[in-house]
């Protein structure tokens, strides 16, 4: 028997960290869209204990024990109870590293599909917290549309559908480690409390205000990989609603009120190999286990 789920990129459309907890991780507010960029993650059964990883196209994420996928059907199986294995085949589009929360969204993909598989009884709230355990994006893929973040940004509450916008993505050369942008995270320029209108939105609704978005960790990345600098400037002459980094980088992206308008903005970077992708709602980005026999 075999499942499979597709799992979207995320884009944080607002960023703000508001310091260093005592737990040692930062405190977050942030505003999450699912974008339709998409991994692909079959799941076959194995025999119990067995847990395998094959990635495609290979070097594309890692494919040993840390992958999050890997540890996901792990601790799915050990809070499960039963003699679990599972095989799986991760067919990567989500650039690695690029604050698109590919790893994440594989790991909640796992969490679902492999639920499913083994058709466990593990409730809803089980399955948020042990997507909160493997990392703090992984669950926004369980909720999925637009959501907020508080916290380390792993305590979600879902948003209204956002509209109809786009974005292009221009991932970096390379992938950016999280861990060294918190690391260099300078916490004398954060002030969490002196830009409230995003959380007035959040409270309230109406549209969202897209020019108080902001990205704190932007400065940072920014200066210590300056080519993130270079990208963003190229993206915000195509004229976008909003040009920022997406999470901890480097993925930058421009966003646009419709596909025509992001269209013609990838035609004008061509050169630097961007990806389109639209905004989600809820349902359309949900993850679903769907069978996965030719």
Known sequence: MKVVVSCPAKVNLHLEVLGRRPDGYHELRTVFAAVGLWDELAIEVAPAGVFELSVVPAGAAPAGPENLAVRAVRALAATA???????????????????????????????????????????????????????????????????????????VAPLPDLPAWWVVLLPGPAPISTAEV???????????????????????????????????????????????TERLARVRATGPMLAMLSGSGGTVFGLYR???????????????????APVLGREASRLRATDGRE
């Not at 679990?84 to 909640?108: C, F, N, Q, W, Y």
């Not at 499913?116 to 593990?122: E, K, Q, Y």
């Open 81 to 155: 109870g039963g003699a679990h294995g599972a095989r799986m085949t991760l067919r990567k589009v989500i650039p690695a590293g690029g604050g698109l929360g590919g790893g994440s969204a594989d790991a909640a993909a796992a969490l679902v599909g492999a639920a499913s598989l083994w058709r466990t009884d593990v409730n809803p709230q089980a399955l948020v917290e042990l997507a909160a355990a493997l990392g703090a994006d992984v669950p926004f893929f369980l909720v999925g549309g637009a959501a907020w973040g508080v916290g380390r940004g792993s305590e």
């Open 182 to 228: 918190y690391r260099a995270l300078d916490a004398r320029g954060l002030d969490g409390d002196a830009d409230c209108e995003i959380y007035e939105w959040v409270a309230s609704g109406g549209d969202l205000p897209v020019g108080r978005c902001r990205n704190d960790l932007q400065p940072t990345v920014a200066q210590r990989w300056p080519e993130v």
């Open 258 to 276: 419709d596909e025509s308008d992001a269209r013609q903005a990838a035609r004008a970077l061509a050169a630097a190999g961007p990806l389109l």
